[in-house]
C-alpha cells in the first residue's frame, strides 16, 4: 500500500494528514475552510485517493495558513507515498467541464518543482475562502510532492466553477499520474530517477 501519514504543528496550524493512493475510502476534510473542505473532498474523489485532514488553523487572522500549509503537507505526504515512483505513468493531463467553465490540469511527478497557474477570480471571497488562495494551496503542493504542475481555465465566469474544475482536473490528472502501469519497467524517465 502507497500510503502515508504525516503530523505537522506550527504556531499557525496544526495538521494531521492521512493518505492512501490505493484506497478510496475514508475521505474525510476538516480544515475549518468549508469551501477548502468541499474542494478537498472532490480533489480526492476525483483522484480516487483515500484522504483525511484534520487542522486547527488560525482562522481569527484568516485561512491563508491553513490552506498553504495543508498545500505543504500533502505534497510531503504525496511524495513519501510515492516512494520511487517505480512503475508509475508519471504524467497526467484531464480537462474537466463544469457548467460554463472549463479547466485543465497537467502534471509531471517529474521530482522538480514548478507551477504554472494562468487563472485569476473576479469574485474576491468565497465563505471564508479568499479566492487567491487557490494558487497558494496548488503553489505549496507542487513544491512538496516536487512535481511539475500545469494550470489553466480556458474559459468560464463563475469563480467557484472555476476553481472547481481545477480541484477536479488536479485529482483525475493525479490519479493518471500515480497508477502503476505493467507496461512500464522500472522508473520512467531516462535518467533512472525522479
Known amino acids: 500500500m502507497r500510503n502515508s501519514s504525516i503530523k505537522r504543528k506550527t504556531t499557525e ?3 494531521d494528514l492521512t493518505l492512501n493512493l490505493d484506497a478510496q475510502d475514508p475521505v474525510e476534510i476538516r480544515t475549518g475552510v468549508g469551501f477548502f473542505d468541499h474542494m478537498l473532498t472532490l480533489f480526492a474523489r476525483h483522484a480516487r485517493l483515500s484522504l483525511v485532514v484534520q487542522v486547527d488553523g488560525d482562522l481569527e487572522i484568516d485561512a491563508h495558513h491553513t490552506v498553504e500549509d495543508v498545500g505543504i503537507v500533502l505534497g ?35 521530482g522538480r518543482s514548478f507551477l504554472v497557474f ?19 494551496f496548488f503553489r505549496a503542493l507542487a513544491f512538496n510532492a516536487r512535481m511539475t504542475l500545469h494550470l489553466k481555465v480556458l474559459y468560464g465566469s463563475n469563480t467557484h466553477h472555476k476553481i472547481e474544475s481545477l480541484f477536479k ?4 490528472a493525479l490519479r493518471e499520474a500515480v497508477t502503476i502501469n505493467p ?8 535518467k533512472g530517477l525522479l
Open 118 to 136: 494562468d487563472e485569476s477570480f473576479a469574485t474576491p471571497i468565497l465563505g471564508n475562502f479568499e479566492t487567491e488562495l487557490t494558487e497558494e
Open 169 to 172: 482536473a488536479t485529482g483525475r
Open 13 to 15: 496550524t496544526t495538521i
Open 76 to 110: 510531503q505526504a504525496l511524495l513519501e507515498a510515492l516512494g520511487d515512483k517505480a512503475g508509475i505513468n508519471r504524467y497526467g493531463t484531464s480537462f474537466v467541464p463544469m457548467d460554463e467553465a472549463l479547466g485543465c490540469c497537467s502534471l509531471d511527478l517529474s
Open 183 to 190: 507496461e512500464i519497467k522500472g522508473i520512467n524517465s531516462t
